[in-house]
C-alpha cells in the first residue's frame, strides 16, 4: 500500500507544478500524478505569451505582476530558465471599429498604471518591422507583455519539486475516488491508490471528466488549438503578437482561425492558433485550418513567407462556462483543492500556486479569489455541454 502523504496533486502540468511546487517548498510530502506526463497537456502544446490586456483588474493582474517577479527570482536563485522577456506586446485590429473599442480597452489599465497605446501605420513597424499595414490597422501595445518557455517552466516546477522530495507518478490516471464523511479517503488510478490528506485538482480540460467521479458537473469544457513552428531563424519578430478580438472581447465561441505568434529565444516561430471545439479529447490536425493559417501568416508578413514549417501539433485547453477560473476548495468535499481552467495559465501560474499553496495549508485565506470558488458548481445542476 502507498503510504499516506500530505497532498496528492492530480495533473503536472503549469498549475498543478506550481502548486506542488510551492507546497515541496513549505516542506510537505507531495505525490503528483499524471495519466500521460509532465507537460503532456496545454503545457506543452502552447505559445508562450503573457498577456496583460486582455485580463480584468483584479487578483488576475495582481497575480500577473507577482509571477513576472518570480519568474525573475527562479533564474536568480538558478532553479530553472524561464526565457522570460517583457518585450512588449501588441493586439491586431483590422478597422476603425475595433481600434475604437481598442482606445476605451487601453484607457483602463493605462489608468492602473500599464503603459499602452494604440500603434497606428508605421508606428506599428517600429514594434513589429515585418508586418503588413495595409491589412493590419492599429495595434494596441502593451509594454508588460512578453514571452516566456512554458517548457522549462512546466518541467522546472516539476523537477525542483521531485529534487526536493516529492514524487511525480507518469502514465497514472486517476479513474475513481473513495469518500468518506465528505473527505476523499482514496485516490484509485491504473496503478493502484495513492492516500493523502488533502488531493488537488489541476486537471486542465480533464477537469470535468473527473469531477463527474465524485458526482459533481463543473462547467468546464475545452477546445483543440492548433500551432505550427518554424525552423530556428534570426530575430525577425519582437513581441507576442495576438488578435485583437482577444483584447476587445469580441472573440465569438466555437471553431476559429486567428493569427497569434511568438518567436522564441532560440530563434523558431510558433505560429497559432486553429481553435476547434471537440468532444472527444482528440488531437489530431485540421488540414483546412493548417492551410488557412498558413495564409493568415503570409498575407501579415509577405517578407517571411519562406520560413520552413517544420511541426505542426493540438493542445486541449479548457474554458469554464463563466470565463472564471475554478480555484479554491470544494464545497462538499472538505479536503479537495481545485485549480483548473486559468485562462492563459503561464501568465499567473507562479503567483496563483504560491497562493494555493497556502490556502491548502490554510495559512491563508484571500477574499479576492472568492468569485472563483468551486462552490458555485455544486449546487446540483446539471449543465448541457
Ligand atoms: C494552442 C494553445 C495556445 C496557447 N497559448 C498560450 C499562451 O501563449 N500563453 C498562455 O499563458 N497560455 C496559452 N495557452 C493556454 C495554456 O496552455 C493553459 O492555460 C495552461 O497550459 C493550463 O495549464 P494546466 O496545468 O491547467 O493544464 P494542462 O497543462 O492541460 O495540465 C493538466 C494535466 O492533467 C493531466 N490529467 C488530466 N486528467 C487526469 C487524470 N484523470 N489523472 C491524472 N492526470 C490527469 C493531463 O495529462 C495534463 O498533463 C494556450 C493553449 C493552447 C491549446
Not at 506543452?44 to 493582474?61: A, C, V, W
Not at 463543473?218 to 483584447?247: D, H, Q
Not at 466555437?254 to 510558433?270: A, F, S, Y
Not at 485547453?317 to 477560473?325: C, E, G, I, K, R
Request: aromatic share 10%; charged share 25%; glycine share 10%.
Amino acid at each position: 500500500m502507498n503510504k499516506k502523504v500530505d497532498v496528492i496533486v492530480i495533473g503536472a502540468g503549469v498549475v498543478g507544478g506550481a502548486i506542488a511546487y510551492y507546497l515541496t517548498k513549505k516542506g510537505k510530502s507531495v505525490i503528483i500524478l499524471d495519466q500521460d506526463e509532465a507537460a503532456s497537456g496545454a503545457s506543452g502544446g502552447n505559445n508562450g505569451q503573457i498577456s496583460i490586456i486582455d485580463r480584468e483588474p483584479g487578483i488576475e493582474l495582481d497575480w500577473a505582476k507577482e509571477s513576472m517577479k518570480l519568474y525573475k527570482e527562479y533564474e536568480e536563485i538558478d532553479e530553472f530558465e524561464t526565457d522570460l522577456e517583457l518585450t512588449g506586446g501588441i493586439s491586431l485590429f483590422y478597422n476603425e471599429d475595433e481600434i475604437r473599442i481598442g482606445r476605451e480597452v487601453i484607457k483602463k489599465y493605462n489608468e492602473i498604471g500599464y503603459h499602452c497605446e494604440i500603434l497606428i501605420g508605421e508606428d506599428i513597424k517600429k514594434q513589429e518591422p515585418y508586418i503588413n499595414t495595409e491589412i493590419v490597422k492599429g495595434a494596441a501595445y502593451c509594454k508588460e507583455e512578453g514571452k516566456l518557455n512554458p517548457f522549462s517552466i512546466t518541467l522546472g516546477f516539476i523537477d525542483n519539486a521531485v529534487e526536493k522530495g516529492s514524487k511525480l507518478f507518469n502514465k497514472t490516471k486517476v479513474l475513481d475516488f473513495k469518500v468518506k464523511d465528505n473527505l476523499i479517503q482514496e485516490v484509485i488510478t491504473n496503478k493502484g491508490s495513492f492516500y493523502a490528506e488533502k488531493v488537488v485538482v489541476a486537471t486542465g480540460a480533464w477537469t470535468r471528466d473527473l469531477m463527474s467521479k465524485l458526482d459533481l458537473d463543473y462547467k468546464i469544457f475545452y477546445g483543440r488549438g492548433s500551432l505550427m513552428v518554424t525552423n530556428p531563424v534570426e530575430a525577425c519578430i519582437k513581441g507576442p503578437i495576438v488578435p485583437g478580438c482577444f483584447t476587445i472581447g469580441t472573440l465569438y465561441e466555437g471553431d476559429w482561425n486567428l493569427l497569434g505568434l511568438t518567436q522564441h529565444k532560440n530563434g523558431t516561430i510558433t505560429i497559432g492558433q486553429d481553435t476547434r471545439s471537440f468532444n472527444d479529447y482528440n488531437k489530431g490536425i485540421s488540414y483546412e485550418g493548417t492551410v488557412h493559417l498558413a495564409k493568415l501568416f503570409s498575407e501579415h508578413f509577405p517578407e517571411l513567407i519562406n520560413l520552413d514549417i517544420i511541426r505542426v501539433w493540438s493542445a486541449i485547453t479548457p474554458h469554464v462556462a463563466d470565463s472564471l477560473p475554478i480555484y479554491g476548495f470544494s464545497g462538499k468535499y472538505h479536503n479537495l483543492f481545485v485549480a483548473a481552467g486559468l485562462k492563459g495559465a503561464f501568465t499567473i501560474a507562479p503567483a496563483a500556486g504560491k497562493m494555493a499553496a497556502d490556502m491548502i495549508l490554510e495559512d491563508t485565506y484571500d477574499h479576492r479569489v472568492e468569485e472563483y470558488s468551486p462552490a458555485r458548481f455544486e449546487k446540483g445542476e446539471k449543465y448541457e455541454n
